[in-house]
């Protein structure tokens, strides 16, 4: 990577995100708890971009019946279910990209945690950032370095309640040397989070395209465990916070979704959002009958029309 785009990427992300966690490391004398409190600290200020991604994917499960009444009435018309697809989407306020926004942002904070613990604890052979060049380089005037370091020390990267985690720029191969608790329990939320944004009564479709996304929700957190497990255990922490906390939001927000169908006891329990979400599913059903049947109308008067005009030239002649 070139060093101006090495140093943008610093001055953005990573050494902003390494004055948080100093800061909170000095309160706390924790490293794992640090990670802990700063990641409930960017999900609470990335709140509003969050919850607007939680309410439109819960708006796009409600109008999922009404989309497949449109597929089923124009099955051999792609234009013209597309065509009434985004008018719908134009009438409910519904913008189906909003839901990407947030990976906009959680993937960059992502890479820039696996960054701040490369520069703070040596990761991947590199060299652990000093108290000295901390100050120096990385910490902002305001915040001071954590208090009883000496200015050649580096800071202590242990979470002492992972024991079997001796630093938290290392990664977690506690079982066979191959892989641990932490890629495991992030790739099992990581699973419960997908699983509950999922409809509760998905629509019967034949799109391979929806088929795949479903299909993906139960691949991709064994993808997960696969590719990432040689991660930084301190970034899986930050993962399973942020996974916990997307999981409680979904809560209130779009109910316990597909989660019931493995877990049945979760029946019995309502959320907050069951009702409101079953009066919106209907609702949205009765509009696009109803933007059908106004569609259907003014193309029958086009043709009675048309056929009329037909008619009085013949008697013309």
């Given at each position: ?138 910490l902002w005037p305001f915040i001071p370095p954590p208090s009883g370091l000496g200015d050649t020390d580096t800071i202590d990267l242990t979470a002492h309640w992972l024991p079997w985690v001796g630093n938290l720029a290392h990664p977690d191969h506690l079982f066979f040397n191959f892989i641990g608790p932490l890629p495991i329990i992030s790739a099992i939320l990581q ?127």
């Amino acid at each position: 990577m070139p060093p101006v785009i090495t140093d943008i990427w610093n001055a953005l992300l990573v050494h902003p995100l390494i004055n948080l966690l100093v800061l909170a490391y000095d309160a706390v004398h924790d490293f794992g708890l640090a990670v802990v409190i700063v990641t409930v600290a960017i999900r609470l200020a990335l709140y509003p971009l969050f919850r607007a991604q939680v309410m439109s994917s819960r708006k796009m499960q409600e109008l999922a019946p009404a989309l497949n009444d449109i597929k089923k009435k124009y099955a051999n018309d792609r234009a013209r279910v597309q065509q009434e697809q985004m008018k719908l989407y134009q009438e409910r306020g519904i913008n189906p990209a909003a839901g990407c926004l947030p990976m906009i942002v959680f993937f960059p904070v992502l890479f820039a945690m696996y960054a701040a613990f490369q520069q703070v604890g040596g990761l991947s052979g590199s060299h652990a950032l000093t108290v000295q060049e901390l100050r120096d380089h990385v910490l902002w005037p305001f915040i001071p370095p954590p208090s009883g370091l000496g200015d050649t020390d580096t800071i202590d990267l242990t979470a002492h309640w992972l024991p079997w985690v001796g630093n938290l720029a290392h990664p977690d191969h506690l079982f066979f040397n191959f892989i641990g608790p932490l890629p495991i329990i992030s790739a099992i939320l990581q699973l419960i989070a997908s699983v509950q944004a999922l409809p509760r009564n998905p629509p019967q479709t034949d799109d391979p395209t929806q088929r795949t996304m479903q299909s993906m929700t139960y691949y991709l957190p064994l993808i997960t465990v696969v590719f990432f497990k040689d991660l930084a255990s301190g970034v899986f922490i930050y993962y399973i916070t942020t996974t916990i906390f997307q999981i409680v939001q979904q809560y209130f927000v779009m109910g316990w979704g597909q989660l019931p169908r493995w877990i049945p006891a979760l029946n019995k329990i309502p959320t907050p959002a069951d009702r409101a979400m079953h009066e919106r599913e209907q609702a949205a059903i009765k509009e696009a009958e109803a933007d059908m049947k106004l569609a259907d109308g003014v193309g029958a008067q086009k043709r009675d029309a048309t056929g009329g005009r037909r008619r009085g030239r013949r008697r013309k002649r």
